[in-house]
T-cell receptor
Framework: SQTIHQWPATLVQPVGSPLSLECTVE??????LYWYRQAAGRGLQLLFY??????ISSEVPQNLSASRPQDRQFILSSKKLLLSDSGFYLC????????????FGQGTRLTVV | KNEVEQSPQNLTAQEGEFITINCSYS?????LHWLQQHPGGGIVSLFM???GKKKHGRLIATINIQEKHSSLHITASHPRDSAVYIC????????????FGKGTLLTVNP
């Protein structure tokens, strides 16, 4: 069966520090991968998606970047965190040719102080 | 205006009550998802709908494509149903993009 792992679960980082959140998927190949952010009091917002290794599309301009070094690995990064980067970050995957259902990781709660 | 609107934003019910959460959207879609987010933040996909009605246990989801409206019903609600319920729509196109509503916070009291 397919599973998705996302870590860490919580993170407190100072302003100006770097960020690296990792997401891996097991049990499937060539998934579509997504990073979402949920800011306080707001709905989920798509940040990045990837349809293959090295292919990244950005939905909103921001202080973050994403990379996909392997088929089932998706990384969210920042060189210098801002206070406004605080939020809940979710990784998700889907396989287009199947039911089109999305599967979510457990999320990372990031607090920038 | 958000493309996906949910109502109510907050809902408090007594155990055993029948619950309805509504979702309206303004764009053409190929599918609609109902998601459940627990206090820890993890999200579980409940349903994916493109037409009609689906049932899973005490949960029922319906969609009316012409009216651009979907409802999530919970029968015989239980305190463990307390969570945020999120409606998300999938627009047409080759890439899988979801637009989310802001969620409905459901609290079921014993």
């Amino acid at each position: 069966s397919q599973t998705i792992h996302q870590w860490p679960a919580t993170l407190v980082q100072p302003v100006g520090s770097p960020l690296s959140l990792e997401c891996t998927v097991e049990g499937t190949s060539n998934p579509n991968l997504y990073w979402y952010r949920q800011a306080a009091g707001r709905g989920l917002q798509l940040l990045f998606y990837s349809v293959g290794i090295g292919q990244i599309s950005s939905e909103v301009p921001q202080n973050l970047s994403a990379s996909r070094p392997q088929d089932r690995q998706f990384i969210l990064s920042s060189k210098k965190l801002l206070l406004s980067d605080s939020g809940f970050y979710l990784c998700a995957w889907s396989v287009e040719v199947l039911r089109g259902e999305a599967f979510f990781g457990q999320g990372t709660r990031l607090t920038v102080v | 205006k958000n493309e996906v609107e949910q109502s109510p934003q907050n809902l408090t019910a007594q155990e055993g009550e029948f619950i309805t959460i509504n979702c309206s959207y303004s764009v053409g879609i190929s599918a609609l998802h109902w998601l459940q987010q627990h206090p820890g933040g993890g999200i579980v996909s409940l349903f994916m709908l493109s037409s009609g009605k689906k049932k899973h246990g005490r949960l029922i989801a319906t969609i009316n494509i012409q009216e651009k409206h979907s409802s999530l019903h919970i029968t015989a609600s239980h305190p463990r149903d307390s969570a945020v319920y999120i409606c998300a729509v999938r627009s047409g196109g080759s890439n899988y993009k979801l637009t989310f509503g802001k969620g409905t916070l459901l609290t079921v009291n014993p």
